[in-house]
């Protein structure tokens, strides 16, 4: 991911042909996401977004906690997607639309910010 991030399209490319040389894979739904932001492939992307929703919302450690109700993951990649220009049609209720577009913040009117600014002086 942090190639991903960085614009290093060679690094991710060469760690991707070392994963697919391994004999024990590790989840194909990360796979699949870089691969599809490398190649800018919306279908892939979805693909491998809804594989990880899908193994999120099954994995029975997540029962009961705060976990089960948002899959960071699966957002987190959704938004970076997005960042890179690749269109993304994810919207779960683990994943919803709405947390992965883009939202300007007028930061001026959070009240909170200003008391902790006043709070360290």
Known sequence: ????????????????????????????????????????????????????????????????????????PAVALAKLAKLKGIKVEIDDEIAPAEVIEKHDVNYELLDFLKMGENMLK
């Not at 994963?19 to 024990?24: A, E, G, H, S, V």
């Not at 997540?62 to 089960?68: L, M, N, R, V």
């Open 1 to 72: 991911m942090k190639y991903l991030v960085l614009d290093n399209t060679e690094e991710v490319v060469k760690h991707l042909e070392a994963i697919d040389k391994l004999k024990k894979k590790p989840d194909l739904g990360y796979e699949k996401v870089f691969k599809a932001i490398v190649e800018k492939d919306e279908k892939l992307l979805d693909e491998g977004l809804r594989y990880l929703i899908d193994r999120h919302k099954k994995n029975g450690e997540y029962k009961g906690t705060p976990d089960e109700l948002f899959s960071i």
